[in-house]
Each structure stands twice: as structure tokens, then as C-alpha cells.
T-cell receptor
């Protein structure tokens, strides 16, 4: 069974700082990996999707990397802003399956 | 931009009652999903639906749950006899095969 872990569980940084969120998964037979943002009491906003054949994806200030062999992904946020404050979720889709396995998330607070 | 919509945003029901949660997936998407998130816990997969039938389901999705696509646009989740532990956010998602899953804003179900 796929287990997805995110470290740290919570992170607080001053505005402007660059930061890295970590995601690890136990089964390297993945089809793709998706990073989401969740605001309190709200739905999930897709940020980036990395296919298993890719090493990284970029969107604006966000960069996600994938190392399948070691079972790790990172989400890099450059020049953090207070509006980035949210919970960031990593989710993995296994090869041969359609559903996503989610991590518990990292709650990010960016202090003005 | 197309989006997944869900109704109602909040549903309060008494234990033992039936509830139906509704979703309108993105119109050209082929796979549809239900996930749930109990407060403070991970997002968990319930069921996936393709070509008018269930393609995958988790152990959470027992006989109390059912899904239906009654027409060309709606996708519903029915819980026959709600329990206190069914209280959660329920998210609908849809996908074009192989690409990112798009999530709706969720329905908060409160069972009293």
C-alpha cells in the first residue's frame, strides 16, 4: 500500500524567504505526483503535476522536483508571500490505479 | 476556466438519514472521483467511476455508499444511513485520463 509522508507538518517563515516542502512515498511505481494547495475549510487547488518520466515542473514561483528511485518530491517556493499561507498537500497516483494517495500536508505560515 | 462544482456546500443531517451529495464534473472529463477528509486527517479516496460504472473503490466505500451518474452532467454520492463518523468534507474530482485531477470546493457533511 502506498504511504505518503510530508515533513515538516508545519512551517513558519518570514516574508521573502525561499522554502522547501518535502514529500516522500513508499512505493516508487508511480504514474504521477501532484501538489495541491488547501486553504482552511476550502477545496484543493492543483499547483503542479509531475509525470513519472519527468524530473521537475515549474509554475511561476513554484518548482516541484521528483526523484522516483528515492521516493521523494520537493516543492520549492521562491520569495514567499503572506498569500502563500495555506496547507500544501502532496498526492501520488500509483501505476495501474486511478486514485490519489495523499500526504497529511504541511501547514505554511508566511509572516509579513 | 472550467471547474468542478458541488452542492450543497454544507449539509447537516441526523444519524440514520440518507444524504445525497451532488457534483458537476468538468464537461469533457472521463473519470470521476469521490474523496473525503475527516477534520484534521488526510484526504482519503472513496471511489472512482468511469464509463458508467465503478472502476475502483476503497475499503471505506462499503454498502452504505453508492454513486450514480443520473444524466450527462451530474455525479452523485449517496450515503444510505449516515453515522456520526461520516462527518467530513467530501470532495468530488474529475480528470481527463493521465492528467491532473481537478477538485471541487467540497461539501461539508455534519451528522448529528
Amino acid at each position: 500500500k502506498q504511504e505518503v509522508t510530508q515533513i515538516p507538518a508545519a512551517l513558519s517563515v518570514p516574508e521573502g524567504e525561499n522554502l522547501v516542502l518535502n514529500c516522500s512515498f513508499t512505493d516508487s511505481a508511480i504514474y504521477n505526483l501532484q501538489w495541491f494547495r488547501q486553504d482552511p475549510g476550502k477545496g484543493l487547488t492543483s499547483l503542479l503535476l509531475i509525470q513519472s518520466s519527468q524530473r521537475e515542473q515549474t509554475s511561476g514561483r513554484l518548482n516541484a522536483s521528483l526523484d522516483k528511485s528515492s521516493g521523494r518530491s520537493t516543492l520549492y517556493i521562491a520569495a514567499s508571500q503572506p498569500g502563500d499561507s495555506a496547507t500544501y498537500l502532496c498526492a501520488v497516483r500509483r501505476t495501474g490505479a486511478n486514485n490519489l494517495f495523499f500526504g497529511t500536508g504541511t501547514r505554511l505560515t508566511v509572516i509579513p | 476556466e472550467p471547474e468542478v462544482t458541488q452542492t450543497p456546500s454544507h449539509q447537516v443531517t441526523q444519524m440514520g438519514q440518507e444524504v445525497i451529495l451532488r457534483c458537476v464534473p468538468i464537461s469533457n472529463h472521463l473519470y470521476f472521483y469521490w474523496y473525503r477528509q475527516i477534520l484534521g486527517q488526510k484526504v482519503e479516496f472513496l471511489v472512482s467511476f468511469y464509463n458508467n460504472e465503478i472502476s475502483e473503490k476503497s475499503e471505506i466505500f462499503d454498502d452504505q455508499f453508492s454513486v450514480e451518474r443520473p444524466d450527462g452532467s451530474n455525479f452523485t454520492l449517496k450515503i444510505r444511513s449516515t453515522k456520526l463518523e461520516d462527518s467530513a468534507m467530501y470532495f468530488c474530482a474529475s480528470i481527463i485520463q493521465g492528467y491532473e485531477q481537478y477538485f471541487g470546493p467540497g461539501t461539508r457533511l455534519t451528522v448529528t
